[in-house]
């Protein structure tokens, strides 16, 4: 018998038995120990003829396992972790936020759109002006003196008289 056997990686022949002893492969390389570690547990499995079988206590334990997990699942499936709760108001709060996002997005937008406020001017009164005066001077009309009240607040001439000598009033354009 030739105690001379064939790499399992890279198929290089006379290497010695790498089942009973540790080995590494002079062409590839490969530790062969694994090969000895599985060769040592398949002492440990019967066989009979071409077909191997597991020892009784083996396949009951395997059998006990496979129900155990089967009853679990059956389980868990039935009575879902109460963190379920969780995970489904925390993707409610963040579709409410996303919502919210929305919102606040179209809100710039409409914002970015609007025009800017036209600068305004101002006027400082002086001794005898009127309204009649100030917007002949400002507009060079002083038939628009109801706009030079309406841009201060004030609903007719008589309002005006509340204003005093040094105090300023807004002119828009």
């Not at 083996?58 to 129900?67: G, K, N, P, R």
Request: hydrophobic share 35%.
């Amino acid at each position: 018998m030739d105690n001379k056997f064939t790499c399992p990686i890279c198929d290089k022949a006379g290497i010695p038995d790498f089942r009973n002893e540790n080995v590494v492969c002079p062409c590839c390389g490969s530790d062969l120990s694994v090969y000895r570690a599985i060769s040592t547990a398949q002492k440990g499995v019967n066989t009979t003829g071409d077909r191997k079988t597991m020892p009784r206590w083996l396949a009951t334990i395997a059998s006990v396992v496979a129900l155990c997990s089967i009853a679990a699942c059956f389980y868990l499936y039935n009575h879902p972790p109460k963190g379920e709760n969780v995970n489904q108001q925390l993707f409610a709060q963040i579709d409410t936020l996303k919502r919210e996002n929305k919102l606040l997005s179209d809100s710039i937008v409409v914002l970015n759109k609007r025009p800017l406020p036209k600068e305004r001017r101002t006027y400082t009164v002086v001794k005898g002006d009127c309204p009649w005066k100030i917007s002949e001077e400002v507009f060079g009309d002083g038939s628009r003196y109801e706009e030079l009240l309406r841009f201060n607040n004030m609903t007719t001439a008589k309002d005006f008289n509340k204003v005093k000598v040094g105090d300023t009033i807004y002119i828009e354009e």
